[in-house]
């Protein structure tokens, strides 16, 4: 059974800093991409934030709104990818979930996490 499990979330005042955390847990035999996504009350769910696997580069992707102020990272021995924002705006409260394209026992899925809450106040 693979889990993902988020941290880091809270409330916070615009233009502080949070760090997110997200651990994958398991019988994992490699995880490929892994990325942040977040949902805001009343939108669609949004990318924030991507990352490919060392062997493919470690490439980053991130959504021209969280550019310059987010920074992905990821720690392949801890199977755990990270989201460090700063900057923060109110714009920036939402759920934010992290996923990952694993494989697991041979079998390739993409695993959501549960989400972490983050409030920005202003």
């Known amino acids: 059974q693979v889990q993902l499990v988020e941290s880091g979330g809270g409330l916070v005042q615009a233009g502080g800093s949070l760090r997110l955390s997200c651990a994958a847990s398991?019988?994992?035999?490699?995880?490929?991409?892994m990325g942040w996504y977040r949902q805001a009350p009343g939108k669609q769910r949004e990318l924030v934030a991507t990352i490919t696997a060392i062997t493919s580069g470690g490439s980053t992707n991130y959504a021209d709104s969280v550019k310059g102020r987010f920074t992905i990272s990821r720690d392949n021995a801890k199977n755990t990818v990270y989201l460090q924002m700063r900057s923060l705006k109110p714009e920036d409260t939402a759920v934010y979930y992290c996923n990952a394209d694993l494989i697991s026992n041979y079998d390739r899925w993409l695993y959501w996490g549960q989400g972490t809450q983050v409030t920005v106040s202003s």
């Open positions: 398991g019988i994992i035999t490699g995880i490929n991409s």
